[in-house]
Structures are given as structure tokens and as C-alpha cells.
């Protein structure tokens, strides 16, 4: 009995070792689907990571020689970033006993720039600040690397990332735009802090003290905020109450430790939610890498079945077939987990430079081996090549022996209920997301924030549904399937009804291609209808609002993709060009909401902060059509967007406090209106007057201008570096990016999934094809020509494409819809233009065509030998 039970042991090795010998091709393709897949993976999720690191990773800090912080003022508690709205000075400070040192510091947000224009993004996230260098080394925290510290006016020193990123060295020039003027300085030193290329703020720009004093428009003598060093045997704890006392309520004292640890936090928090969001644009490259690995793997164990069948009439068990698949598995699983994994570092790579192309730079963190990184998409890898092999272990398992005597790859007959069962299954996941979405807009103001949340609840549901459209695919074929039979019947006479009768007698070959199709389909189409209707919306509003032919804006963009600030002398320039009749500075800053406050007795205020845009209210009306028509503003006024009032229970002349840059400042509601283009004036409008009780350094987004000639308003700022003349549409295209840098983000992670999923299509097809080489011969030795034979394979490609194309596109039309009537937002609108359509569908039947030309030809050059050989 043991001996007998031996020899079925070594024949199911042979056979098995045998099967596995004549399928190197097709385990090879399979093999290499499966490591774009995990490479995707790898890479989608190392991008996460280096983002989160780049954004949360630089615990260094300018306070790090700093016992005690002074700020003049009142500072924001819940914001370490924010500016102090008084001013201090060192003297004072030095005099408190205790004190061993002290040095005054500002901070002024600038926009560097290589000396042709071209902008040096700041690390993700972060900004860029003039901040003055310290030359008590008692608190000097700066490392030179290179060069000395800037000791004239117009030298600098830049921290490691800047010349890094700007390909910078000492001895170089560059141009630092200002909030009042554009300068250019020369480079005196590069410096670390603590190690690091920049600071948990971002990049910083170093200038002598009197230089930064100046831009920051502070009196002599004053400054925003004083470094502290305590004397020997002095606790920075004990010496920052002797300074609160002495100082009064002129200033906030804080402890430097604090103020880090505080920084810390909030760059940790902000890490994670960059992570967070980008991991979440990720999902669609990882879904779609998980699917290509079932569905390739899937098709490979389904074209063994005749090998499978064979084994169990030698008296192989269930058990040790089911066995032998997931053996398999795992080891393909595990070969193409270790290739994926090192081919994602370059993936990643990849994706950083797009990403940085958009302003989104995360080059200051390198590659990530954690075991995040490296054992998450292994096991991803191993758990889907598992899961795709239990399933075909079951299915193979059952299928009875004489399917070995068979002489054609028919599929057997399934059972239609358990995929019923799975579908409904699927579907359900997919409404569950849909709900939270719901519960999301219910609970959360209206804002792109919401829009934005809810729009990838919506998306998280539309992937699942692609799962349960896929499940359900095989049902489908044989509908379609007829039509397209009856077409090329048509078309090829009885080459077709041969097509007709291979597609209709395998229906789950030909949905396994035709499903890598649907989801390339429904990414492409969905992304493109989205930045359609998004797109068509912004230039449409802008239209609408923007009255204005010309802006002068920044070539630099800031961080989230909208253009830089401008220095303010720019507008002085384009007043008196010719033609010109009116312009107007476009000037913003962030205010947060201290009175009227919703909360109840006893509950903590929630913040609310809100941007202000500023503009002379004179003959404003010319060059911005705000809905509403709100009147020319008062300094003291205040127009606040019809959203904002809603939200925040506030009335029209009523009083409101709202803490800017500069403190508390009481402001009277004037009127309500509204801005459909969200790029102007979004939720607030003041006089210049107010802006400047506001924030003096308010950022200059763009100067608009009415009348004039593009070409007389370039020679006018022809020596302004990195600014440029828009016209209305470009303007509204430039401001529009930073609102639209998470949908160009999917671009990036679409345009990969796509690769993916066309080459999953053509693994398929071309393993279908191999699947079928003695049918193919014997269709060659009872007469059929090679050429019939590539119509025959020809005609199931038509297949494929009909139900890919058609399933993909009412997917994405069917995404498009629930993401309008899930965000009830206008600028999602289920509109596509007419073309659309026919180019998506032209699209994939070439990739389709372009994919089975190669295995049409195998399939016509199978000797009749060869196909005898392979029954």
C-alpha cells in the first residue's frame, strides 16, 4: 500500500514537474504581471512613506541653541508656525537677570528663484523664510557647510535643500521675491541645521539682521520675537516666568522646548494626513495591482485543467492537487514579491520627480526601509497569489478526469449562484462606502474639503463595484459575445461563426481579458470626464467672475500648485502702460474667527479660520463680477461669502473679531456675496485699508489689470524676473491648480494602473492563445488559412473590446454621476462631450488589436505535429 502510494507520489512529481516544464512561458508572463503589479504596490506605497517623511521627518529646529522664546504680543496657541502680532525689544529682554544672551528674530515669507526665474520649491509641504542670521554662536543654530555667514546687505545664507534643489553654490545669485519689492542677493554659505537640509518650517533664506529687520517693515530696535539663552545654572523653566513677569502682557514667553515640541507635533500631524491622502490616490494603482495579479494567475491555473484532469486519473487526491496549486502559488508569490519590492524604489523615484514637477517635493526624504515598506507589499503579493490560487485550487480540484480524455480547452459549467453570491457581496462593500460618504457631507461645511473627502468615498465605492462587475463579466459574454458572432458572420462568413462559437464555448477566458480592459476603460474614461467637467466648470466661472483681460502673475507656484506671491511694486509698473484703465492688487491672507463663536456653555470654541482676499474697491467692479454685487467697502468693513454666513450663523451688519497677523481686529459685516470660481475673492472681501490693519506682509497672488496690450504690459515687467502676462483663461488655469493638484495627483497613479492593466490584457490573451495551440492546429489541418486563423482570434479580440469598452464606460459614467449627486457639487457634472466616447472606444480596440497581433500570428504558425503533441 505505502509502495503504491509512492508511485502515485513520484508519477504526480513527474507530471507536475512535467506541466510546470511545458508552461515556463506562460508562468513567465504570469510571473511578470504579478511583479508590475507588486511593483506598483511597492512603489505607490514607498511614495506614501517618503511623503510623510519629507513632511513629518525634519525634526530640526532653529530654536535648538534656544532656552526661551519671547514674542511680541499674542501668538495663535494652535498654530507653532503662526506670527506674533507685537512687536519686542532685545534690549529689554538682555536686561532681565538671568539672561546670558539674546537676539532678535522675524520672519518674512519669501519665494526664491534661480537667477533665469525658475522657482526653488520648498521641501512638501513647507515654506520658504528670511529669517536673519544669528551671530551670538551661543544661539546660532546654523552649520556652514560651505562658504561663510552673509555679513553685507545682499548676501545670504540658504540651508542645504535650497542649493540642493536649485543646483546651487556659493558664489551664486538668486532672486528672492519679497512681499513689497523683488531682490537679488548673492550667496555667501550653505548651512545645516541639526543635520538636516531644512527645518520643520521648510527652507530658509538667512540675511544680516538690519536686512531682515527692513523686510519685515518693523521700527528700529523692535523685533517680532527674541532668542533667549539662559545663564549657566539658570532652568530655562524658572527664567521664562522671571521674563512673563517683567514683560507683562506685552509679550508671550514659552519655553524653546515647547515651541519644538509643538512644531513636532504639528509636522507629525500634517505628515500623516499628507500620507493619508496620498495613500488614498494610491488605492486605485493598488487595487488595480491586486486585480491584474488574481486575474493573471486565475487564467494560468484555469489553462492547466487538462493537466490537472490528468493527475487525478493517475490517482491523484482533491487534497494533494489543492495542494500542488498553492505550492505554486507560493512560490511565484514569493519570487515576484522580492522582484516587485526592488523594482519599486525606481517606481518611486519615478513618481517623486512628477510629483515634484507639480510642486509637490519630497526629494528631502530618501528611500524608506521600514518594514512598512518592504514587508507590506511582499505579503500583498503572497496573500493575492494565495487567494487567486485557493479558488482555482477548489475549482481544479473538482474537475472530473475524463476532462483529461477532452481534445478542447471547453471550460466546464459553473454554478451561477456563488457568483451571484460573491457579486452581491461586492456590491454591499461598495454601498458601505457610499454611505460614509453620505455621512460625510451631512456632518462636514461645505468647502473643497468636503468635496474632496466625499469625492474618495465615492471613489473607494466605484473600485469596488469594477470588483463586482468583474465577477459577473463570464454572464455577459455570451450576450455580447452574439452580437459580435453575428457581425462577423456577417463580415467573415464562417470564420466568424467559428470566432462566435471559441468565445461563446469559454466564456470566462474571454471575460478575464476583457476585465483587465473594463477597469483600463473605466480608469481612463473616469479621469478624463472628472478633469473634463472640473476643468470646463473653472474656465466657465472664471469667465464669468474674471472681468479683467490680463493678469500679472508669478512663474513660481507655491506648494499646492497655485502661483506664487508677487512682490507688490509690480503693480506700479503696469498702471501707467498705455491702454491701461484700471488695475487692482489681488492681495491675501488668513484670519481666524475669535467672535461671534458657535460654542455652547461650557464647550471649547471650535476654530475657524478663513481667507481674506484684499483689493481696491474702486471701480473693482471692472475687472471682478462677484455674485451678489457687494458695494464698494469701507476700511472697518467686511464682506464675507454667502457660504461663510451660512456656516458660521453670521448677519449683515453685524460685528464680528477676527485675529490676523497683527492681532485682534474688529470688523462690521457689510453685505454678502458670492464667488462661483472659488479663485478670487473665495470667502472673504476687504478694502487695502483693512488689509493692512490685517497683515502688512499679505501675499500679492496676482495684480489684474483692464485695457492695455499683452505685448505693452511684458515690456512694462520685462525686468521683473519670474513674472508673466495671462490672459483671462490662462489666469484661471494657472489659480485653478492648486484647487485641482489631487485630481493631477491620479494622473500620475492612473497612467501607471492603465500600463498595468493593458499589459494584464495582453498576458491574458496571449496565454488564451497558448492555451488553444491544438485546436489551432487542427483548425490548420482540416484547411482553415492563416490568415483565417488570425481573423478567428481577431474577431474574439472584437470581443473583448465590446465588453470592456461598453463595461468601462458606464462604469465611469455611472462614477461621474454618483460623484455629482454625492457632492452636489457643480463642478462635477455628468456632461461629457460627444467625442469622448468615440476616442476611448477607438483607443481600446488599438490597444486591444496591438496586443493580439503577436498572438494571432503564434496562433496561425502552430504546425499539425505540434498540436497532435500537445493533446
Known sequence: MDQGAGDVGNALWLIARRSFAESRARSAATLLAAVGSIALIAGSLQFALRAQEAVAGSDASEYARTDVLVQGGTVDPDDPYAPPDGRVRPDRVAAVPGVAAAAGDAAVPVTAARPGGEAIMAAAEGRTLLRPWTPDPRLNPYRLEDGRAPAADGEVAVVRHIARTGNLRVGDAMTLTLPRETRRVRIAGIVAVQGRGAVAAGDLVLAPPETVRRA????????????????????????????????????????????????????????????????????????????????????????????????????????????????????????????????????????????????????????????????????????????????????????????????????????????????????????????VGAAVRAGDPPGPDR??????????????????????????????????????????????????????????????????????????????????????????????????????????????????????????????????????????????????????????????????????????RDLLRLGGRPPALRPGEIALSSTVMKERGLRQGGRIVVRGAHGRTALTVADAYHDPSHLFADQALVAPATMERLDTAAATRAVLVRGGSAAALERAVAGVPGVRVLDRDAYVAAASASLTRALRATHTFAGMALLLALFGMATTMSMSVAERTREFGLLGAVGATAGQIRSIVRWEAATVVALGTVLGLTIAMGTLALLHVMTGSSFLRPGPPWWLFPLVAAGAAVATLATTALPARRAAAVPVLEAVRSG
Do not use: Y
Open 216 to 435: 519685515a517693515s518693523l521700527p528700529a530696535g523692535t523685533w517680532q520675537a527674541v532668542w533667549v539663552k539662559a545663564a549657566p545654572g539658570v532652568p530655562a523653566e524658572r527664567l521664562r516666568g522671571e521674563l512673563a513677569r517683567n514683560l507683562g502682557g506685552a509679550a508671550t514667553v514659552r519655553t524653546a522646548e515647547s515651541v519644538r515640541r509643538a512644531q513636532a507635533a504639528a509636522a507629525a500631524s500634517e505628515g500623516a494626513s499628507v500620507a493619508g491622502v496620498v495613500g488614498m490616490l494610491a488605492a486605485v494603482a493598488i487595487f488595480v495591482g491586486l486585480f491584474v495579479v488574481a486575474n493573471t494567475f486565475g487564467t494560468l491555473v484555469r489553462q492547466r485543467t487538462r493537466r490537472l484532469a490528468l493527475l487525478g486519473a493517475i490517482g491523484a487526491t482533491p487534497r494533494q492537487i489543492k495542494r500542488l496549486i498553492r505550492l505554486e502559488a507560493l512560490a511565484l508569490g514569493a519570487v515576484a514579491s522580492a522582484a516587485g519590492v526592488a523594482a519599486g524604489f525606481p517606481l518611486s523615484a519615478l513618481i517623486v520627480r512628477l510629483f515634484a514637477r507639480d510642486g509637490f517635493d519630497v526629494s528631502a526624504a530618501g528611500p524608506q526601509f521600514g518594514w512598512a515598506a518592504l514587508a507590506l507589499p511582499a505579503a500583498a503579493g503572497i496573500l493575492v497569489t494565495q487567494a487567486a490560487a485557493w479558488r482555482a485550487a477548489r475549482r481544479a480540484a473538482g474537475v472530473p478526469p475524463v476532462q483529461a480524455l477532452r481534445s478542447t480547452a471547453a471550460e466546464t459549467r459553473e454554478r451561477r449562484l456563488p457568483r451571484l453570491l460573491a457579486a452581491t457581496a461586492v456590491f454591499l462593500g461598495a454601498g458601505f462606502w457610499l454611505v
Open 451 to 620: 468635496t474632496f473627502a466625499v469625492s474618495l468615498m465615492t471613489l473607494f465605492g466605484a473600485l469596488l463595484a469594477v470588483a463586482g462587475v468583474a465577477v459577473l463579466t463570464p454572464f455577459l459574454v455570451r450576450p455580447l459575445g452574439g452580437a459580435v458572432g453575428r457581425a462577423g458572420t456577417l463580415v467573415s462568413g464562417g470564420t466568424g461563426r467559428l470566432a462566435h462559437a471559441t468565445v461563446t464555448r469559454s466564456p470566462r477566458r474571454v471575460s478575464s481579458a476583457a476585465s483587465s480592459l473594463m477597469l483600463g476603460v473605466a480608469l481612463v474614461s473616469s479621469v478624463a470626464l472628472v478633469t473634463l467637467s472640473v476643468n470646463d466648470r473653472f474656465r466657465e466661472a472664471g469667465r464669468q467672475v474674471m472681468a479683467a483681460e490680463h493678469a500679472i502673475a508669478s512663474t513660481a507656484r507655491t506648494a499646492e500648485g497655485a502661483p506664487a506671491p508677487l512682490a507688490r511694486d509690480t503693480a506700479a509698473r503696469v498702471a501707467g502702460v498705455p491702454g491701461v484703465s484700471r488695475t487692482a492688487v489681488l492681495t491675501q491672507t488668513e484670519v481666524r474667527l475669535v467672535s461671534p463663536d458657535r460654542a455652547g456653555p461650557g464647550e471649547e470654541p471650535e476654530p475657524f479660520s478663513f481667507l481674506v482676499s484684499g483689493a481696491e474697491q474702486t471701480g473693482l
